[in-house]
């Protein structure tokens, strides 16, 4: 008899999860998008403040001076070391920024394998599954259209 | 249970390491060198060699500051700083202090207090003064641009000398301290480094050894 060899579509080659496996790709996807989430949110915090941190610093800096806590030379060396702080707290956010949405995608990329693999898992029900193809769907829209258009941003106030 | 006990007696240590960075950062942020009074002859205002001298050396990077003061009728006390080289010369030439050229620069401050016009505050000379009472707060590098300090490493001298217009009493009396910048600032960030280096390595090593303890992956 001759053997048949069966080429692997791109879908067989999905990795496809049972239900609690599924579950936890889910949950801990949701926990590293949350963790990355929130360094961005503590990173963007910190840049706007800046300012405010170095007119309170600076205030400071004046007191201590004027209070005779240190002399002028020093009053110079900190109030150099001020700007420097101020100008790292607003450039920090280029830095945490980029390395939080990194995290935030691979935290979606669990959750969307976890969706894809209860959509594609014929043990659960149809209405189940039919959600679940449509969460994974909106994950990967979010994804794509955050990654392609960077100027995007949600306010809430 | 062990293990639990270890980790949390090394989180103890770590959070110890990143408190004690500021605390150490703030005792070693000047190194004192001299904090007394002193009495010296009025025979110091002709020759340096009555002079009080005190000898510091500075590296880069580093300044000296030096609170002069004396609270006594009669005293005229002057404070002058050398270099070292400078200083053995006019030593060893029994030079009057006040004929000696080359005194170095520093800046000395007027604390005036909700004065933001700090120009009006800080000034720049080779020689401070005191009559009968006063007190100067001085920093010194090593030299000076306008009222901004050079640092150019090197040995120094402080040198004070003065009179006394007493009659019989031939003492001049004045109080001194000097500090140098210590490794304050370098203590306090080394700590601090150890310490949250330690924290995320203990945190990272507790979940691998529950991990491995439990049996279970990420995943």
């Given amino acids: 008899m001759e053997k048949k060899q069966v080429k692997a579509s791109l879908f067989d080659k999905l990795p496809l999860l049972d239900k609690n496996r599924a579950a936890k790709f889910i949950i801990y996807g949701i926990i590293i998008a949350i963790i990355f989430g929130l360094m961005m949110m503590i990173s963007y915090s910190i840049a706007v403040n800046a300012g405010q941190w170095a007119a309170l610093a600076n205030q400071d800096n004046y007191l201590n001076y004027w209070n005779g806590f240190y002399g002028f030379n020093d009053f110079i060396e900190r109030q150099e070391e001020i700007e420097m702080i101020a100008l790292w707290m607003a450039y920090q956010d280029v830095i945490f920024m980029n390395i939080a949405r990194i995290g935030i995608n691979i935290g979606l990329v669990f959750v969307l394998i976890g969706f894809l693999s209860f959509a594609v898992n014929d043990k659960i029900d149809e209405n189940t599954r039919k959600t679940s193809i449509i969460i994974a769907g909106l994950v990967l829209f979010i994804m794509i259209f955050t990654t392609l258009f960077s100027s995007i941003s949600v306010t809430i106030n | ?219």
């Fill in chain 2, 1 to 219: 249970m062990e293990n639990i006990k270890k980790y949390k007696i090394l989180v103890l240590i770590s959070v110890i390491i990143i408190i004690l960075g500021p605390i150490l950062g703030f005792f070693f942020n000047k190194i004192i060198l001299v904090n007394q009074s002193f009495v010296t002859s009025e025979t110091s205002n002709n020759d340096v060699q009555n002079a009080t001298a005190i000898e510091f050396t500075l590296v880069k990077d580093q300044k000296a500051v030096i609170e002069f003061s004396a609270f006594t009728e009669n005293v005229t006390a002057n404070l002058i700083i050398l270099s070292k080289g400078t200083y053995d010369l006019a030593y060893a030439a029994s030079t009057a202090p006040g004929s000696i050229t080359g005194e170095k620069y520093f800046v000395y401050s007027e604390f005036t207090f909700g004065d933001a016009n700090l120009a009006g505050q800080a000034f720049a000379d080779d020689i401070r003064t005191i009559t009968a009472e006063g007190y100067w707060y001085i920093e010194f590098a090593g030299g000076v641009d306008g009222d901004y300090l050079r640092y150019i490493p090197g040995d120094y001298v402080v040198i004070v000398y003065g009179t006394n217009s007493g009659g019989i009493n031939l003492n001049i009396y004045f109080d001194l301290v000097i500090k140098i910048d210590g490794p304050g600032d370098i203590l306090e960030l080394l700590f601090i480094l150890i310490g949250v280096g330690a924290l995320v390595a203990i945190m990272l090593l507790a979940t691998i050894g529950y991990l491995k303890k439990t049996g279970r992956g990420l995943l």
